[in-house]
C-alpha cells in the first residue's frame, strides 16, 4: 500500500516557466515533508521540506506548499531552468517514527 | 565532510550468489536506512536503524535479504541467494536522528544486476 503517492511519472515544461509537481499522502500521522532531486547515476539529494505546522516554505525558486486537509503536498519551480531536469521524489515522515517513506518520483524536463 | 559512502557501486553477479552491499554513515548520525529504487515502486524503504539497532524491518522483500549494523559506522544489506528480480539500485542513507526536522542524505547508490 502506497502511503505516499506521485501520480505523474514524468512532466516537460519550458524553460522559464513554472514547474508543479504534486504529492499526495495517506497517513495523517505524517508531519514532515521533504522533496529530493535526482540525477542519474547519482543518489537523491536533499531540495526542500516544510513541517506540517506550516502550509508553505520558500527556498530560492522553490516553494513547497502542504494542504493537510487534502493531504496534498506540491512544489513549484519558478523559474524552471534545464538544469532542474531530474527525477523529484516527495517523501514523508511521522515523529513518532524514523520512517522516511518515499513516492515513486516524478521526471522532469525542462526545455530549452 | 565525507558523505555516505556505499561500495560497491555496480555489482554483476549471477543468479544464486551471494551479494553483500557496504555502507559507511555519515559521521555522527545515529540512523541509517536501506532503500530499493524500482521504477515501479521508487524509492522503496527495507530496514532502518536508529543506535545500530534495526527498528523496522518490514520492508525487507522476504529471507533472502538481511541486514546488520555491527557499529555506528558500518552497514551490510546481504541477499542470499540472489535472483535477477533483485537488480536495482540499493541506496543507503542516514540521519542524525529520527523523524521532523532531520533530513536525511543518500550515498551514491550501489547499482546491482543479477543474471
Known amino acids: 500500500d502506497q502511503q505516499v503517492k506521485q501520480n505523474s511519472p514524468s512532466l516537460s515544461v519550458q524553460e522559464g516557466r513554472i514547474s508543479i509537481l504534486n504529492c499526495d499522502y495517506t497517513?495523517?500521522?505524517?508531519?514532515?515533508f521533504l522533496w529530493y532531486k535526482k540525477y542519474p547515476a547519482e543518489g537523491p539529494t536533499f531540495l526542500i521540506s516544510?513541517?506540517?505546522?506550516?502550509d508553505k516554505n520558500e527556498d530560492g525558486r522553490f516553494t513547497v506548499f502542504l494542504n493537510k486537509s487534502a493531504k496534498h503536498l506540491s512544489l513549484h519551480i519558478v523559474p524552471s531552468q534545464p538544469g532542474d531536469s531530474a527525477v523529484y521524489f516527495c517523501?514523508?515522515?511521522?515523529?513518532?517514527?524514523?520512517?522516511?517513506?518515499f513516492g515513486t518520483g516524478t521526471r522532469l524536463k525542462v526545455l530549452a | 565532510d565525507a558523505g555516505v559512502i556505499q561500495s560497491p557501486r555496480h555489482e554483476v553477479t549471477e543468479m544464486g550468489q551471494e551479494v553483500t552491499l557496504r555502507c559507511k554513515p555519515i559521521?555522527?548520525?545515529?540512523?541509517l536506512f536501506w532503500y530499493r529504487q524500482t521504477m515501479m515502486r521508487g524509492l522503496e524503504l527495507l530496514i532502518y536503524?536508529?543506535?545500530?539497532?534495526?527498528?523496522?524491518d518490514s520492508g525487507m522483500p522476504e529471507d533472502r535479504f538481511s541486514a546488520k549494523m555491527p557499529n555506528a559506522s558500518f552497514s551490510t544489506l546481504k541477499i542470499q541467494p540472489s535472483e535477477p528480480r533483485d537488480s536495482a539500485v540499493y541506496f543507503c542513507?542516514?540521519?542524525?536522528?529520527?523523524?521532523?526536522?532531520?533530513?536525511?542524505?543518500f550515498g551514491e547508490g550501489s547499482w546491482l544486476t543479477v543474471v
Open positions: 517523501a514523508a515522515s511521522d515523529s513518532g517514527t524514523y520512517k522516511y517513506i
Open positions: 536503524f536508529n543506535n545500530n539497532v534495526p527498528i523496522d
Open positions: 516544510i513541517s506540517s505546522i506550516k
Open positions: 497517513n495523517s500521522m505524517f508531519d514532515y
Open positions: 559521521s555522527g548520525h545515529n540512523s
Open positions: 542513507a542516514s540521519s542524525p536522528g529520527g523523524g521532523a526536522g532531520n533530513t536525511i542524505y
